[in-house]
C-alpha cells in the first residue's frame, strides 16, 4: 500500500466523521424522497396525474439530488482538501520529510490526491450508487452522467493540486489566499467539464479529422483527455518538486498532441459558427491552434516561471552546452515556439485556393492578426517573467497580471471611440490595420520586455557577485 | 561516506556557499559550526538532496545525491531545525508511516518501530497522539522518525534548540548511542559546548565558505565514557609549553598533545586512577600546574580561531 495514501486515510477517515458525514448524506436523501414522493403526492391531490408513476418520480428526485450532493462533496469540498494537500504540510513543516522519503513522484502524486479527499470519496461512493440507479434515462445515459461527474470531480483536484504544487515550487508560503486561488480555480475546470455532461445544446456536427462525432461521445472524450493531461502535469509538478530530474520533453509532447488535436478539428458545425461568414478551414483550424498554445503557453508562464536563479542557469547552460541547456529552458519558450508554428501554419493556410469569397472580400487583416496576437503573447509572457524575476515578485506579478486586463478589456472598450486604431494597436490586434500598423506595436512592446527582462536578470547576478566577493 | 565536491549555491540574490569542497569520514560525528547566515543550512539541505547547488556534486555512500536524490535517500537521515509532526497520528502511526515511507520491508517494520522508539526513550508513548507531546519528546519523535530506516548518514539541522539542559544530555546520549549504531553524523548547533561531548570532527563555516575542517577525537563519546578524553592543563610560573609537553610524552597513557600558549590540551586513554597519577607525576616532574580537567572547549577554540582568522585574512581558503 502506497504510505502516502495510507496516511492520508489515518488523518482523514476518522470513524466519527465518516459516521456524521454519510448520515447527513443519508437524511438528504431520504428527505427529497419524501418530499417528491408519494407524500407530497398526498399533499397535493392531483399531482400524480402529472408525474405519472409517483414512485419513479421520488427516485429521479433523489438521483438529481445524489448528483448535487455529489458535486458538493466531489467538487467543493474534495477540491479543498486537493488544494491544500501540499500547502499544509509546507505550513506544519512536515514537507521537508516527505521530500526526503523514498516515495516516488508517481505514488505521492496518487497518494495526495486520492488521500488527502479521502473522506469525500467515500461519502461520494455512497451517494453514488442511488445517483446511478434512479438516475433518469437510459442505463448508458446513466453511466455516462456519472462518468462526467467522476471526471469533474478528479480533474478538479488535479488542477487544484497542480496550482497548490506551483506555488510549493516557487516557496511561497502557506496563506489562506494560495489556497482558495487553488481551490477556485479547481472548482472551475470542475464545474467546466460537469457542466459539459449534457452536450452542446441545438444541431451539432463536431469533426475530427473528417470523422463527424456525437457530441456526447466528443465532449466525454474530451473531458478525459483533459483529465489525463491534467494528472500527468501533477505528476512532472511532483518530480520537481522531490527534486528529481525533470526535462522539458513531456511537456513538448503535450504541446504537439494539442497542435494535433486543434489542427484535425472542424468547428464550423458548431450552431454559433453556423452561418458565419468563416474564413478558409485550414486558416481557422490554425487560430484554434494558436490560441491553444498561447493558452498553454500563459499558464506555463505562470504556474512554472524561473526565477532570476532559474534564468542564469539557463543562460549559463546555453553558453556553455547548448544542447544541454534544451533540458532547462523555461516551458513556456516551447509553447511560444509552437505558437510561432501555428503562425505559420496559419499563414500558409490562408495562401490556399479553399477560402471563402467573402471572408477575403472584408476589412479583417488575416495575414498580420495571427502574428500580432503572437507578438503580444510574447510581451505578455516575457513581462510575466520578468515579474517573477524579481525576488519580491508577489505585488509585482499581479501588476502585470492587472496590466493584461486591462490592456485586453477594460482600456479597448474605455478607450475605442476615442482614440485612433494606430494607437489601440499598442494594446490589442487591431485587425483592421495594414500589416506594419498591427504587427510593430506589439513588437516593440516584446523588445521592450525582453529588454526589462534581461535588465533583471543582470542586476540580480551582479548583487550576486557584489555580494560573494564581499564574503570572500 | 560524504563526498562534497566544488558546490555552489546562489539564492536569487544572494551567494549562499561557493565553491565547498570536503569528504567527511565513515564513523564521525562532525559539528557544522559557523555564524548565522554562513551557509550550514543551505550546505545539509545540499547534502540531503532538498535544495539544487548551482554547480559541483554531492555523493553519500558513492551516489550521487543530485542525479538520484531517491536512492540517496535510502542512506540519508535529515532533521531540519523547524521540523514538523502529525499532530493527529499517534507515536506509532507516526514511525509506521516513515518507516513504510524511506522503504522498511513490511515484516521488519514492528520491529523497526520498536527499536527506534526504544532508542529514543519512547517505548511507553507509543500509543499517544504526537501533538500531545512534549518539546524534549517531540524532539526524539522527530529524530526517531528520521533513524527508522537506519540511515549511513544523519544529517542534524540545531537538534538542541529549544530543549532543556536535561533533554539536551540526552540527546547527546542519543546522538552517541546512534553513532555507536555506526552512522556516520554531521551535526549543526550554535551551542557548542554541547558538541564537545560527541564531536569527533568540526567542520567551520563562514561567509558561505569552508574555512577549517580538523579531527578532535577518534570517537565520540570517548569524553563520556571515562576511558578516554581530551583533557587541559594550564600551566604557571617559569614552566615553559615544552617541559609539559615532555613530561606529557613520557606517559603512555597520552596522545596527541597539542600546546597552546599557557594551556597544553592532550588525549588521555586511561581510567580515573590513572588520570590522578598523571597530575601527581607532572607535579613531580616541577611542573607548576595552575588548573587540570576535561577540555570542554575544543570546538570553540577551533572555532573562533577560524572564524577570526577568517576574518582577518579574506582569501584563506580550506
Same mark, same amino acid.
Given at each position: 500500500?502506497?504510505?502516502?495514501?495510507?496516511?492520508?486515510?489515518?488523518?482523514?477517515?476518522?470513524?466519527?466523521?465518516?459516521?456524521?458525514?454519510?448520515?447527513?448524506?443519508?437524511?438528504?436523501?431520504?428527505?427529497?424522497?419524501?418530499?417528491?414522493?408519494?407524500?407530497?403526492?398526498?399533499?397535493?391531490?392531483?399531482?400524480?396525474?402529472?408525474?405519472?408513476?409517483?414512485?419513479?418520480?421520488?427516485?429521479?428526485?433523489?438521483?438529481?439530488?445524489?448528483?448535487?450532493?455529489?458535486?458538493?462533496?466531489?467538487?467543493?469540498?474534495?477540491?479543498?482538501?486537493?488544494?491544500?494537500?501540499?500547502?499544509?504540510?509546507?505550513?506544519?513543516?512536515?514537507?521537508?520529510?516527505?521530500?526526503?522519503?523514498?516515495?516516488?513522484?508517481?505514488?505521492?502524486?496518487?497518494?495526495?490526491?486520492?488521500?488527502?479527499?479521502?473522506?469525500?470519496?467515500?461519502?461520494?461512493?455512497?451517494?453514488?450508487?442511488?445517483?446511478?440507479?434512479?438516475?433518469?434515462?437510459?442505463?448508458?445515459?446513466?453511466?455516462?452522467?456519472?462518468?462526467?461527474?467522476?471526471?469533474?470531480?478528479?480533474?478538479?483536484?488535479?488542477?487544484?493540486?497542480?496550482?497548490?504544487?506551483?506555488?510549493?515550487?516557487?516557496?511561497?508560503?502557506?496563506?489562506?489566499?494560495?489556497?482558495?486561488?487553488?481551490?477556485?480555480?479547481?472548482?472551475?475546470?470542475?464545474?467546466?467539464?460537469?457542466?459539459?455532461?449534457?452536450?452542446?445544446?441545438?444541431?451539432?456536427?463536431?469533426?475530427?479529422?473528417?470523422?463527424?462525432?456525437?457530441?456526447?461521445?466528443?465532449?466525454?472524450?474530451?473531458?478525459?483527455?483533459?483529465?489525463?493531461?491534467?494528472?500527468?502535469?501533477?505528476?512532472?509538478?511532483?518530480?520537481?518538486?522531490?527534486?528529481?530530474?525533470?526535462?522539458?520533453?513531456?511537456?513538448?509532447?503535450?504541446?504537439?498532441?494539442?497542435?494535433?488535436?486543434?489542427?484535425?478539428?472542424?468547428?464550423?458545425?458548431?450552431?454559433?459558427?453556423?452561418?458565419?461568414?468563416?474564413?478558409?478551414?485550414?486558416?481557422?483550424?490554425?487560430?484554434?491552434?494558436?490560441?491553444?498554445?498561447?493558452?498553454?503557453?500563459?499558464?506555463?508562464?505562470?504556474?512554472?516561471?524561473?526565477?532570476?536563479?532559474?534564468?542564469?542557469?539557463?543562460?549559463?547552460?546555453?553558453?556553455?552546452?547548448?544542447?544541454?541547456?534544451?533540458?532547462?529552458?523555461?516551458?513556456?519558450?516551447?509553447?511560444?515556439?509552437?505558437?510561432?508554428?501555428?503562425?505559420?501554419?496559419?499563414?500558409?493556410?490562408?495562401?490556399?485556393?479553399?477560402?471563402?469569397?467573402?471572408?477575403?472580400?472584408?476589412?479583417?487583416?488575416?495575414?498580420?492578426?495571427?502574428?500580432?496576437?503572437?507578438?503580444?503573447?510574447?510581451?505578455?509572457?516575457?513581462?510575466?517573467?520578468?515579474?517573477?524575476?524579481?525576488?519580491?515578485?508577489?505585488?509585482?506579478?499581479?501588476?502585470?497580471?492587472?496590466?493584461?486586463?486591462?490592456?485586453?478589456?477594460?482600456?479597448?472598450?474605455?478607450?475605442?471611440?476615442?482614440?485612433?486604431?494606430?494607437?489601440?494597436?499598442?494594446?490589442?490586434?487591431?485587425?483592421?490595420?495594414?500589416?506594419?500598423?498591427?504587427?510593430?506595436?506589439?513588437?516593440?512592446?516584446?523588445?521592450?520586455?525582453?529588454?526589462?527582462?534581461?535588465?533583471?536578470?543582470?542586476?540580480?547576478?551582479?548583487?550576486?557577485?557584489?555580494?560573494?566577493?564581499?564574503?570572500? | 561516506?560524504?563526498?562534497?565536491?566544488?558546490?555552489?549555491?546562489?539564492?536569487?540574490?544572494?551567494?549562499?556557499?561557493?565553491?565547498?569542497?570536503?569528504?567527511?569520514?565513515?564513523?564521525?560525528?562532525?559539528?557544522?559550526?559557523?555564524?548565522?547566515?554562513?551557509?550550514?543550512?543551505?550546505?545539509?539541505?545540499?547534502?540531503?538532496?532538498?535544495?539544487?547547488?548551482?554547480?559541483?556534486?554531492?555523493?553519500?555512500?558513492?551516489?550521487?545525491?543530485?542525479?538520484?536524490?531517491?536512492?540517496?535517500?535510502?542512506?540519508?537521515?535529515?532533521?531540519?531545525d523547524l521540523?514538523?509532526?502529525?499532530?493527529?497520528?499517534?507515536?506509532?502511526?507516526?514511525?509506521?508511516?516513515?518507516?513504510?515511507?524511506?522503504?522498511?520491508?513490511?515484516?521488519?517494520?514492528?520491529? =523497526?518501530?520498536?527499536?527506534?522508539? /526504544?532508542?529514543? *526513550? &519512547?517505548?511507553? #508513548?507509543?500509543?499517544?497522539? +504526537?501533538? !500531545?507531546?512534549?518539546?524534549?519528546?517531540?524532539q526524539?519523535?522527530?529524530?526517531?522518525?528520521?533513524?527508522?530506516?537506519?540511515?549511513?548518514?544523519?544529517?542534524?539541522d540545531e537538534p538542541a534548540s529549544g530543549l532543556?539542559?536535561?533533554?539536551r544530555?540526552?540527546?547527546?546520549?542519543?546522538?552517541?548511542?546512534?553513532?555507536?549504531?555506526?552512522?556516520?553524523?554531521?551535526?549543526s548547533s550554535h551551542i557548542?559546548?554541547?558538541?564537545?561531548?560527541?564531536?569527533?570532527?568540526?567542520?567551520?563555516?563562514?561567509?558561505?565558505?569552508?574555512?577549517?575542517? =580538523?579531527?578532535?577525537?577518534?570517537? /565520540?563519546?570517548? *569524553? &563520556?565514557?571515562? #576511558?578516554?578524553?581530551?583533557? +587541559?592543563? !594550564?600551566?604557571?610560573?617559569?614552566?615553559?609549553?615544552?617541559?609539559?609537553?615532555?613530561?606529557?610524552?613520557?606517559?603512555?597513557?597520552?596522545?596527541?598533545?597539542?600546546?597552546?600558549?599557557?594551556?597544553?590540551?592532550?588525549?588521555?586513554?586511561?581510567?580515573?586512577?590513572?588520570?590522578?597519577?598523571?597530575?601527581?607525576?607532572?607535579?613531580?616532574?616541577?611542573?607548576?600546574?595552575?588548573?587540570?580537567?576535561?577540555?570542554?572547549?575544543?570546538?570553540?577554540?577551533?572555532?573562533?580561531?577560524?572564524?577570526?582568522?577568517?576574518?582577518?585574512?579574506?582569501?584563506?581558503?580550506?
Amino acid at each position: 500500500m502506497n504510505p502516502e495514501f495510507t496516511r492520508n486515510l489515518w488523518l482523514e477517515t476518522g470513524p466519527f466523521r465518516l459516521f456524521a458525514l454519510a448520515a447527513a448524506a443519508l437524511a438528504l436523501l431520504v428527505g427529497a424522497y419524501l418530499v417528491a414522493g408519494p407524500a407530497l403526492i398526498g399533499v397535493l391531490p392531483g399531482l400524480n396525474q402529472l408525474v405519472g408513476d409517483p414512485t419513479q418520480f421520488a427516485r429521479v428526485a433523489v438521483a438529481g439530488m445524489a448528483e448535487g450532493l455529489l458535486a458538493v462533496f466531489l467538487i467543493l469540498w474534495g477540491t479543498r482538501s486537493a488544494a491544500d494537500a501540499v500547502l499544509s504540510e509546507i505550513g506544519a513543516g512536515t514537507w521537508d520529510g516527505q521530500r526526503l522519503s523514498m516515495i516516488g513522484p508517481w505514488a505521492m502524486s496518487w497518494g495526495k490526491l486520492l488521500g488527502a479527499p479521502a473522506a469525500a470519496w467515500i461519502i461520494a461512493l455512497v451517494i453514488l450508487v442511488p445517483a446511478y440507479l434512479w438516475g433518469a434515462g437510459t442505463e448508458a445515459e446513466a453511466l455516462r452522467r456519472l462518468a462526467f461527474i467522476l471526471l469533474a470531480a478528479i480533474a478538479a483536484h488535479a488542477a487544484a493540486f497542480a496550482i497548490g504544487l506551483s506555488f510549493a515550487l516557487r516557496r511561497e508560503t502557506r496563506s489562506r489566499a494560495v489556497v482558495a486561488f487553488a481551490h477556485l480555480v479547481g472548482i472551475l475546470v470542475g464545474f467546466a467539464l460537469f457542466s459539459s455532461r449534457d452536450g452542446i445544446d441545438g444541431p451539432v456536427a463536431l469533426g475530427l479529422y473528417g470523422h463527424v462525432l456525437p457530441p456526447e461521445r466528443f465532449m466525454l472524450a474530451l473531458a478525459a483527455i483533459a483529465t489525463f493531461w491534467l494528472l500527468v502535469a501533477d505528476y512532472r509538478l511532483m518530480r520537481q518538486a522531490l527534486a528529481v530530474p525533470t526535462a522539458p520533453w513531456v511537456w513538448i509532447v503535450f504541446l504537439a498532441f494539442l497542435a494535433a488535436l486543434t489542427a484535425g478539428l472542424d468547428i464550423t458545425g458548431l450552431p454559433m459558427i453556423v452561418g458565419a461568414v468563416m474564413p478558409p478551414k485550414g486558416y481557422l483550424a490554425a487560430l484554434l491552434m494558436l490560441l491553444a498554445m498561447l493558452v498553454a503557453t500563459y499558464a506555463a508562464a505562470v504556474v512554472l516561471p524561473p526565477d532570476a536563479l532559474g534564468w542564469r542557469r539557463w543562460a549559463s547552460a546555453m553558453r556553455r552546452r547548448p544542447l544541454r541547456a534544451l533540458a532547462r529552458t523555461p516551458i513556456f519558450l516551447y509553447g511560444l515556439l509552437f505558437a510561432a508554428g501555428a503562425v505559420v501554419y496559419g499563414l500558409v493556410a490562408l495562401g490556399q485556393p479553399d477560402g471563402v469569397s467573402m471572408w477575403r472580400l472584408s476589412s479583417i487583416n488575416g495575414e498580420a492578426f495571427p502574428i500580432a496576437l503572437f507578438c503580444f503573447a510574447i510581451r505578455d509572457t516575457l513581462l510575466l517573467a520578468a515579474a517573477f524575476a524579481v525576488p519580491e515578485k508577489r505585488g509585482r506579478v499581479i501588476g502585470v497580471l492587472v496590466f493584461i486586463g486591462l490592456s485586453y478589456l477594460v482600456l479597448p472598450l474605455a478607450l475605442g471611440r476615442v482614440v485612433p486604431a494606430e494607437v489601440l494597436a499598442f494594446l490589442v490586434p487591431a485587425i483592421t490595420l495594414d500589416t506594419m500598423a498591427m504587427i510593430v506595436p506589439p513588437a516593440a512592446e516584446a523588445l521592450v520586455a525582453l529588454i526589462l527582462l534581461v535588465a533583471i536578470v543582470r542586476r540580480t547576478a551582479r548583487t550576486v557577485r557584489a555580494g560573494a566577493e564581499r564574503a570572500g | 561516506m560524504i563526498s562534497i565536491d566544488n558546490l555552489t549555491f546562489d539564492y536569487p540574490t544572494k551567494r549562499a556557499l561557493t565553491e565547498v569542497s570536503c569528504t567527511i569520514a565513515a564513523g564521525s560525528v562532525t559539528a557544522l559550526v559557523g555564524p548565522n547566515g554562513a551557509g550550514k543550512t543551505t550546505l545539509m539541505r545540499c547534502l540531503a538532496g532538498l535544495d539544487q547547488p548551482v554547480t559541483g556534486a554531492v555523493t553519500v555512500d558513492d551516489v550521487d545525491v543530485l542525479a538520484k536524490p531517491r536512492l540517496a535517500h535510502r542512506h540519508i537521515g535529515y532533521l531540519r531545525d523547524l521540523f514538523g509532526l502529525y499532530d493527529e497520528l499517534s507515536v506509532r502511526r507516526c514511525l509506521a508511516f516513515h518507516a513504510a515511507a524511506f522503504g522498511v520491508a513490511r515484516a521488519e517494520r514492528a520491529s =523497526r518501530i520498536a527499536w527506534a522508539a /526504544a532508542a529514543l *526513550g &519512547l517505548t511507553d #508513548r507509543l500509543g499517544e497522539k +504526537a501533538g !500531545r507531546l512534549s518539546r524534549g519528546l517531540r524532539q526524539r519523535l522527530a529524530i526517531a522518525q528520521v533513524v527508522i530506516h537506519k540511515p549511513k548518514v544523519l544529517l542534524l539541522d540545531e537538534p538542541a534548540s529549544g530543549l532543556d539542559p536535561e533533554a539536551r544530555m540526552e540527546l547527546s546520549r542519543f546522538i552517541v548511542n546512534l553513532n555507536g549504531e555506526g552512522m556516520t553524523i554531521l551535526v549543526s548547533s550554535h551551542i557548542l559546548a554541547e558538541l564537545e561531548d560527541y564531536s569527533t570532527d568540526v567542520l567551520i563555516v563562514s561567509g558561505g565558505r569552508i574555512v577549517d575542517h =580538523r579531527h578532535l577525537h577518534d570517537r /565520540a563519546g570517548e *569524553g &563520556l565514557s571515562g #576511558r578516554s578524553a581530551w583533557l +587541559a592543563l !594550564r600551566f604557571v610560573g617559569e614552566t615553559t609549553a615544552a617541559a609539559v609537553e615532555a613530561s606529557l610524552r613520557r606517559h603512555d597513557a597520552v596522545r596527541d598533545v597539542l600546546p597552546d600558549g599557557d594551556l597544553v590540551r592532550f588525549r588521555f586513554v586511561g581510567t580515573a586512577e590513572e588520570r590522578a597519577g598523571l597530575l601527581a607525576a607532572l607535579v613531580a616532574d616541577g611542573i607548576a600546574v595552575a588548573s587540570f580537567g576535561e577540555a570542554r572547549d575544543l570546538v570553540q577554540d577551533a572555532y573562533l580561531k577560524s572564524v577570526r582568522r577568517a576574518a582577518a585574512a579574506p582569501e584563506v581558503r580550506p
